[in-house]
T-cell receptor, first 113, second 112 residues
Framework: DAGVTQSPTHLIKTRGQQVTLRCSPK?????VSWYQQALGQGPQFIFQ???????QRGNFPDRFSGHQFPNYSSELNVNALLLGDSALYLC????????????FGSGTQLSVL | DAKTTQPTSMDCAEGRAANLPCNHS???????VYWYRQIHSQGPQYIIH???NNETNEMASLIITEDRKSSTLILPHATLRDTAVYYC?????????????FGSGTQLTVLP
């Protein structure tokens, strides 16, 4: 039973570019949440997708957007990249939006130069 | 705003019990106490959660004080593979506060 898978594992971009990160949830899960983790800090909630709609959003600008597909997989898009967007981006999946137990992927390490 | 307070770091000898404290003095009646851990280069891993009763599973035990203002995560026989950052989180299971809000956690180092 595959867990949460994320791609790519590492990515290097330059300021002003756009990036798309991908996530496949754990089998049987229908809800995907995205987190940003800066070096030395705990993960920060970006947004949650359920039934192909954004259900909750953390304190992140509109440059961060997402999408959920009918097969429950999800994408995180970040436009107009800033140096401060360099971080580990984590995807987590759950069954339903109550997030009783979240299962996390290993993340995508994004470096913005 | 952080809802929990944890020590920045702790050491534990291999094979001994690791007791990780967490203060959550402003916890609300509908908020659960959750513990996750993050091993280096991996995503966080769910450990255990509870509302007011003590809980135990195959990974750990969670002891919540009667007034619910603090809790302790117990790893009964720590191994080197338990070295990780441990996050204590309080959250509701419904409403706008149901998302996980991570603090800085406790870096637990298990020593041989």
């Amino acid at each position: 039973d595959a867990g949460v898978t994320q791609s790519p594992t590492h990515l290097i971009k330059t300021r002003g570019q756009q990036v798309t990160l991908r996530c496949s949830p754990k089998s049987g899960h229908d809800t995907v949440s995205w987190y940003q983790q800066a070096l030395g800090q705990g993960p920060q909630f970006i947004f949650q997708y359920y039934e192909e709609e954004e259900r909750q959003r953390g304190n992140f600008p509109d440059r961060f957007s997402g999408h959920q597909f009918p097969n429950y997989s999800s994408e995180l898009n970040v436009n107009a990249l800033l140096l401060g967007d360099s971080a580990l981006y984590l995807c987590a999946s759950s069954l339903g939006t109550a997030n009783e137990k979240l299962f996390f992927g290993s993340g995508t390490q994004l470096s913005v130069l | 705003d952080a809802k929990t307070t944890q020590p920045t770091s702790m050491d534990c000898a291999e094979g001994r019990a690791a007791n990780l404290p967490c203060n959550h003095s402003t916890i609300s009646g509908n908020e659960y106490v959750y513990w996750y851990r993050q091993i280096h280069s991996q995503g966080p891993q769910y450990i255990i959660h509870g509302l007011k009763n003590n809980e135990t599973n195959e990974m750990a035990s969670l002891i919540i004080t009667e007034d619910r203002k603090s809790s302790t995560l117990i790893l009964p026989h720590a191994t080197l593979r338990d070295t990780a950052v441990y996050y204590c989180i309080v959250r509701a299971l419904s409403g706008s506060a149901r998302q996980l809000t991570f603090g800085s956690g406790t870096q637990l180092t298990v020593l041989p």
